[in-house]
T-cell receptor, first 113, second 109 residues
């Protein structure tokens, strides 16, 4: 069964460093998302991406964050200068069309120290 | 904020059916009703979704009220592996999914 793959599974970084979280969505999917979940809290939307541009973003997705689909298969989330409060699980998701189901990856646990 | 209301927690015995309710009184005509679940330390997993008619798949059934203001996810025979947080989410034309706190389902052996 096709799946969304995220790497790395766990990343530890120092405050102020840049991190790039990588995702490989399912190959024929057109809509891509990033979510995060701080330990013990709700899953929160960050950004959605369609047709090579951001279609929607939340208040969390400020200038420190950026997304890219560099080569037609990978979908990346970059945090330019990490803060302690960026520590969370980050989930990538993709869906084939509007109103189809979304598939989520297993997540990257980001720990900022 | 999430536009659905679910009980915080529910319990079920193993091998018995489970009915997880969801209220969505402000649903619009083009909102699909999606259900996802999240097992401990894992990403959300798709369970089922529908628009107006009841839906069945290998994991569950979705019963949608005639006025669409509520729905029920039915697990026909709960197993220990079904212990998870279940999210009922309204979604429209590719918009992002808004997760609420969901229902934490405990399955007792």
């Amino acid at each position: 069964e096709p799946e969304v793959t995220q790497t790395p599974s766990h990343q530890v970084t120092q405050m102020g460093q840049e991190v790039i979280l990588r995702c490989v969505p399912i190959s024929n999917h057109l809509y891509f998302y990033w979510y995060r979940q701080i330990l013990g809290q709700k899953v929160e939307f960050l950004v959605s991406f369609y047709n090579n541009e951001i279609s929607e973003k939340s208040e969390i997705f400020d200038d420190q964050f950026s997304v890219e689909r560099p080569d037609g298969s990978n979908f990346t989330l970059k945090i330019r200068s990490t803060k302690l409060e960026d520590s969370a699980m980050y989930f990538c998701a993709s869906r084939e069309r509007v109103n189809t189901e979304a598939f989520f990856g297993q997540g990257t646990r980001l720990t900022v120290v | 904020d999430a536009k659905t209301t679910q009980p915080n927690s529910m319990e079920s015995n193993e091998e018995e059916p489970v009915h997880l309710p969801c209220n969505h009184s402000t649903i619009s005509g083009t909102d699909y009703i999606h259900w996802y679940r999240q097992l401990p330390s894992q990403g959300p997993e798709y369970v089922i979704h529908g628009l107006t008619s009841n839906v069945n798949n290998r994991m569950a059934s979705l019963a949608i009220a005639e006025d669409r203001k509520s729905s029920t996810l039915i697990l026909h025979r709960a197993t220990l592996r079904d212990a998870a947080v279940y999210y009922c989410i309204l979604n429209n034309y590719g918009q992002n999914f808004v997760f609420g706190p969901g229902t934490r389902l405990s399955v007792l052996p």
